[in-house]
């Protein structure tokens, strides 16, 4: 819905119908629109508002106050009047001798006589108008003052009232004249509240206007033009009792545009004004293109909502969590310790093993030599107990005769070379080990960047 966009009004009256020749323009509106939508044109007016009693006496008053300067700036009662012809007078000082005309609403003189004044009828009068039905409140202001000498009598304008002085003892006629036709009374009050609606479409003469609606504050309606334009336009039942008389216009095309006028007539109050509404219709908004949904598949639950997919990733604050680094270093060191300690137990329990296995080797090797020098020392005394024949078989017995040379440091050598070996791949592992703890140390720095 868009809202008109109010302008500087036009604070003179200009002639269009015939029914509406004396209408003054109030204000004046530009709105524009796109084409296709729906625009509200506002008339309101809290003056044309239906709050008619069915006391007509009762709808207008008017009534004098005095205001006295002494002692405390009270303000007294005088006379009021009601439409039927009924006033009443207040304190019983002023019976018979203030009073108002019996005709004033219908000549509009409301002018308050007072006779024989005297010294306590100083003070400032008002009257006031006030017409409810109309809301109208107007108030005129006039000062008394009383003298006792002839020669000061006068009245003349202080700038804000008028002032009368007047000689103690005569009689004298405070004025207050209303002569405006909202004091006249009408004959069907229903026929005097109007309101209608007119459009002037471009490079059309005002006269030339075309009428749209009429509604009357009886209730009744009546629309012109085409079917389709009646439709198209549309005023609240409920105008007259809410005092808002806009048209809204929906389906907005380019042939709608032009300049609307709201007239608004109370000729029982006098009330003639005009709201003008200059309408542009631009092109048509885009519509927005929605994108396509996927359809859900079969097996999937299509009455359950899908719950977002959301992954929250926190990252800890390196100055509030920073025993989280040096645990996953104590936990690397804990590591190295002990594959250190499998490495040094595996390397011991081999070594252990090539011992035993060679004080084995060596026991055996001393007992098959004990025994060959048993035997060799029983061969020889066979031997000489014999006559050798010739020299190779002395030569054979001296050479058995001598003593067998063991290597009781083979076995001691394999044992070395198995220990060489564990300690150059406990090297290698080390090697690795510290590798892996310089890339780790570095992907952590990376991450806490």
């Known amino acids: 819905m868009y809202k008109p966009v109010p302008s500087l009004p036009i604070c003179s009256a200009v002639s269009a119908q015939s029914d509406s020749s004396s209408s003054v323009v109030v204000a004046g509106y530009n709105v524009s629109a796109p084409a296709g939508s729906s625009v509200v044109l506002q008339c309101v007016s809290g003056r044309m508002v239906w709050t008619r009693d069915r006391l007509k ?77 109309c809301h109208l409140y107007e108030t005129v202001r006039v000062q008394l003052n009383v003298t006792r000498s002839r020669r000061k009598e006068q009245r003349f304008w202080d700038g804000q009232k008028a002032v009368y002085v007047v000689l103690q003892g005569s009689t004298v006629v405070l004025p207050c004249v209303n002569r405006r036709s909202v004091w006249t009374d009408g004959s069907s009050e229903e026929e005097q509240q109007v309101v209608h609606w007119d459009r002037q479409a471009p490079g059309i003469r005002h006269d030339r206007a075309d009428r749209l609606v009429d509604l009357y504050a009886s209730g009744e309606q009546r629309s012109y033009g085409p079917l389709f334009l009646q439709r198209k336009m549309n005023i609240s039942n409920q105008a007259f009792s809410q005092g808002d008389f806009s048209l809204a216009i929906s389906d907005l095309q380019p042939t709608d545009q032009g300049l609307y006028s709201c007239h608004l007539h109370h000729h029982y109050c006098g009330l003639h004004e005009r709201r003008e509404f200059q309408l542009t219709v631009g092109p048509p908004q885009p519509q927005t293109t929605v994108p396509p949904k996927a359809l859900p598949s079969e097996d999937k639950d299509t009455t359950k909502a ?63 030599f004990e025994m060959d020098v048993t035997e060799e020392k029983a061969c020889a005394q066979e031997a000489r107990a014999f006559d050798y024949k010739n020299n190779l078989l002395k030569e054979k017995v001296q050479m058995n005769t001598l003593p067998k040379v063991i290597d009781l440091d083979k076995g001691n050598t394999h044992t070395q070379t198995h220990t060489k070996s564990a300690s150059i791949c406990l090297y290698h592992i080390l090697i690795l080990l510290t590798l892996h703890l310089l890339l780790f140390l570095a992907e952590m720095e990376k991450f806490w960047k």
């Open 57 to 133: 006496d009762r709808q207008r008053v008017v009534h004098w106050d005095l205001y006295r300067a002494r002692p405390d700036y009270a303000m007294e009662r005088v006379a009021d009047m009601f439409s039927a012809g009924d006033q009443r007078i207040y304190n019983s000082y002023n019976q018979g001798r203030v009073s108002l005309s019996q005709s004033a609403f219908k000549d509009g003189n409301f002018s308050l006589v007072i006779r024989d004044v005297t010294m306590n009828d100083r003070g400032l009068y008002s009257c006031n108008l006030h017409h409810h039905y």
């Open 306 to 368: 899908e719950s977002p997919r959301v992954i929250n990733v926190i990252l800890p604050d390196q100055r509030h969590h920073f025993l989280l680094p040096l645990g996953y270093v104590l936990t690397s060191f804990l590591l190295l310790a002990f594959i250190i300690l499998i490495i040094i137990l595996i390397t011991r329990r081999r070594r252990t093993k090539g011992q035993s296995y060679g004080s084995i080797r060596s026991h055996s090797s001393s007992d098959e």
